[in-house]
C-alpha cells in the first residue's frame, strides 16, 4: 500500500534524527533579527532574494 511504501521511505531517514535540539538561543536571536526583513509573498524569484538565516535552520518536531 502507499502507506507502507512511505513508512518504508520515511522510517530510516527518521531514525537518523537527534532527539536533542540543535537550536541556540543565539539562532532564535537571529532569526527574531532576520524576520523583520523577511517579505511576505509567493513568488518565487523574491523568496530567493530575500532569503535569510531563520530559513537555514530545519525545524523538526517529534510526534
Known amino acids: 500500500s502507499q502507506t507502507e511504501k512511505l513508512a518504508k521511505v520515511y522510517q530510516p531517514?527518521?531514525?537518523?534524527?537527534?532527539?536533542?535540539?540543535?537550536?541556540?538561543?543565539?539562532?532564535?536571536?537571529?532569526?527574531?533579527?532576520?524576520?523583520?526583513?523577511?517579505?511576505?509573498?509567493s513568488s518565487g524569484s523574491i523568496r530567493e532574494k530575500t532569503a535569510c538565516a531563520i530559513n537555514k535552520v530545519p525545524l523538526v518536531t517529534s510526534s
Open 13 to 41: 531517514k527518521r531514525a537518523l534524527l537527534s532527539p536533542k535540539c540543535t537550536i541556540s538561543v543565539a539562532n532564535l536571536l537571529a532569526a527574531r533579527q532576520d524576520l523583520s526583513k523577511i517579505m511576505r509573498t
